[in-house]
């Protein structure tokens, strides 16, 4: 997956290179300054928003655009960005409201919610399958994350 801003910054992160202060946990886990680029989310929030729906990085916004209407789907430029922003801001959402919840480097160096126990959940491949299908729903991935 290229995520451009991603690319810069995994070479600014990785702890070989000397990671900035901050920005990476002793745990491997990333710091607030990544948790909030990753929060940005920009094509998925002016989407959301046209549609009136505002996202608060709750459970809620994560219902409220399981409702919204495909209309991406027809462009397969707009379809991966929109993807990748979904995937995000589930993240984001898991983050912010779920304790222990955390970014950390996946596999493949794109980000991964770290969850209690130390399960991974790859928010990029949950956002894009919402994106390309509408199933799971991503409040139904937040909730059965949120669960555990």
Avoid at 87 to 103: E, K
Avoid at 112 to 137: C, H, K, Q, S, T
Wanted: charged letters at 20%; hydrophobic letters at 45%.
């Amino acid at each position: 997956m290229n995520i451009p801003f991603l690319d810069n910054w995994r070479k600014r992160a990785d702890p070989r290179l000397g990671a900035p202060p901050g920005q990476r946990g002793g745990d491997g886990a990333w710091g607030e300054g990544v948790a909030q680029l990753l929060s940005e989310c920009e094509l998925l929030r002016s989407r959301a928003l046209a549609a009136g729906v505002v996202l608060g990085d709750t459970a809620h916004s994560l219902e409220a655009l399981d409702q919204l209407l495909p209309r991406w789907r027809d462009d397969p430029e707009e379809l991966a960005g929109l993807g990748t922003d979904a995937g995000l801001y589930l993240g984001t959402v898991l983050v912010r409201t779920v304790p222990g919840a955390r970014w950390a480097p996946g596999a493949r160096g794109g980000p991964v919610v770290v969850l209690a126990p130390g399960r991974r959940l790859d928010v990029l491949a949950a956002g894009r399958e919402w994106a390309e299908a509408g199933a799971p729903g991503l409040s139904q991935v937040y909730a059965a994350s949120a669960r555990l």
